[in-house]
Each structure stands twice: as structure tokens, then as C-alpha cells.
């Protein structure tokens, strides 16, 4: 797909991946952000001319379909859904940290939520011309590492929902795909990790995934992971159990 006057729901535009996204995207195309600071939400309107944002907390279903009821209201197609918005809670279910209130809302966020606006968005993604939602996924979601097993299990359900999802959609214009990021420098990742791609690059990879039409698009250490759990799963596995 070329992303040129097209219109582009991104979630969780307002930092990160997310905010380089609209950045890149911005200047030929109407992106709709949905996220929750309204600080940040509001600098993204008065920066850019072609952003319209929506503020919903995405862990609460209840403002999910708010939301969604909302962008169905207005009545204009969607061309691309990005599914960006995500948390990752690090503490182990034995750390003093770990907080048993967080569970439910992380996979809220990062799976239910996107299961809840593909559905409820299908009649501004269904039109004439080609639509695509786009997953941010993980190399997490292709096999765990100890901390963040709330997240992992998030991004390996969201996985196998794209392949799904996908299968279901594949006879209307609505192609599903999904971007598998490895560390990018974000506040996600603050304080960890070496080698991280940044968030400029990480985006402009995610986009050229889309125009390109790559269904699963490994990007910065993925296609390597990938690999490895081809050839020696026991090693990925041994690897990625430390951290
Ligand atoms: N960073 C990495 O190393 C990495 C690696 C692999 C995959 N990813 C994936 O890349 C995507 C972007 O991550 P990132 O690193 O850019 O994260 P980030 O910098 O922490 O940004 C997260 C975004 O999600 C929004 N958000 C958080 N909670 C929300 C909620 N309850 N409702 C609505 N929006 C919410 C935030 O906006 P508000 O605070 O304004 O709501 C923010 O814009 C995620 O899907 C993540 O899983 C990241």
C-alpha cells in the first residue's frame, strides 16, 4: 500500500514508536491518535496539520468501544489500524514489586483492545480500496524471556490473532500484518537493554513493512531470533530465559 493521503489510526502515538509513526506519516497523510495524556495529545494537534486525536484509556473496554463508536459515527473509511499502544510490567510474580492489580489491564491493552477495535472499526475499514491493520508486535511474542510473562503471553496471543484474523479477512479488502519490533529505545525500554534500534528506525521500518505488503516483518534482532529458534530452539530459549 502507498501511504500517501491515506487515513491512519495509530494508538499510542504520543511517545515512543508510536510518536515517530505519526512524525514520519504526518505530512502526507490524516492520522488519528488515540492514547490518554491529553498534554501530549494536544502538543500532537497543534504540531501537526493533518492530526486529529481521540483521548481513551485503551486498558478499559468501556472507552475502547467509546472510541470506536466515535471514529464509526464520523462515517469516513479508515485505510490503515495500527495497533501500537502497549505496556510491559518487568517485575517476576515473585518480585516485592509485582502488582497483582496490573494483570487484568496489560492484556486489556495489549491484546483484548485490539481484538475489540478490529471488530468494532470493520465498518470504516471495509471500502472500495485496500485497508490494513497493522499489529506491533514483538520478537517476545514468538518466545518469552523470564520477566514480562504477562506481556509475552500478550504479544504470542496477539500472534496467533493476526494469523487468525487474517485468514477470516482475506476475501474483503483488509489485509492483516504485523510488525515484529526487537529492543527499540523507548520509555518501555528505559534503563535496559543494549543496541537498541531507535524509535526513527524502528518506525520507518514498520512503514516500509506496510508498503511493501509484508505480512510478518521481522525487524532490527527478529530475523536473527527467528532464525535461532528454527536451528537451535534449546539455545534461543537458554538465551532469552535470562533476561
Ligand atoms: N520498545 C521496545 O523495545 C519494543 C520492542 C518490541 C515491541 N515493542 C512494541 O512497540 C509498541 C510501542 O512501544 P514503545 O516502546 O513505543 O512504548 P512507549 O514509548 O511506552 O509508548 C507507549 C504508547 O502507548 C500509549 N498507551 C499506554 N497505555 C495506554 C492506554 N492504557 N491507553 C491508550 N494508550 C496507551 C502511550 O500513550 P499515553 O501514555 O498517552 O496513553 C504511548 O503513546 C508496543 O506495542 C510495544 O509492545 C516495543
Known amino acids: 500500500m502507498n501511504l500517501n493521503k491515506k487515513r491512519i489510526i495509530i494508538t499510542g502515538g504520543t511517545s515512543g514508536v508510536g510518536y515517530e509513526l505519526v512524525k514520519q506519516l504526518a505530512a502526507n497523510n ?35 468501544e467509546k472510541v470506536a463508536k466515535r471514529l464509526v459515527e464520523k462515517g469516513q473509511p479508515i485505510d490503515v489500524l495500527i495497533n501500537n499502544a502497549a505496556v510491559q ?3 517476576t510474580f515473585l518480585d516485592k514489586d509485582f502488582e497483582y492489580a496490573y494483570i487484568a489491564p496489560e492484556i486489556t491493552l495489549n491484546f483484548t483492545s485490539i481484538c475489540c477495535l478490529s471488530s468494532l ?15 506491533v508486535n514483538s520478537g517476545l511474542g514468538l518466545a518469552p524471556k523470564r520477566a514480562s510473562a504477562v506481556y509475552c503471553a500478550t504479544k504470542g496471543a496477539l500472534n496467533i490473532f493476526s494469523q487468525s484474523l487474517r485468514y477470516q479477512l482475506e476475501d ?12 527499540v529505545d523507548t520509555a518501555m525500554t528505559h534503563g535496559r537493554g543494549q543496541n537498541k534500534m531507535t524509535p526513527h528506525d524502528a518506525a520507518a521500518a514498520i ?3 506496510i508498503q511493501r505488503e509484508i505480512p510478518d ?14 536451528l537451535a530452539p534449546a539455545t534461543a530459549r537458554k538465551i532469552l530465559k535470562k533476561y
Open 121 to 135: 472499526l470493520l465498518p470504516v475499514l471495509q471500502h472500495d480500496d485496500k485497508a490494513v491493520i497493522l499489529n
Open 207 to 209: 512503514i516500509d513493512g
Open 30 to 64: 490524516h492520522i488519528i491518535v488515540i492514547a490518554r495524556n491529553s498534554t501530549l495529545l494536544n502538543q500532537l494537534f497543534q504540531t501537526f496539520a493533518n492530526v486529529t486525536t481521540y483521548q481513551a484509556d485503551l486498558s478499559r473496554l468501556d472507552e475502547v
Open 172 to 183: 474483503t479488502n483488509i489485509s492483516v500484518q504485523q510488525a515484529f519490533l526487537g529492543l
Open 217 to 230: 516483518h521481522d525487524i532490527g534482532k527478529v530475523p536473527w531470533l527467528r532464525l535461532l529458534l528454527r
Open 89 to 91: 510490567n518487568t517485575p
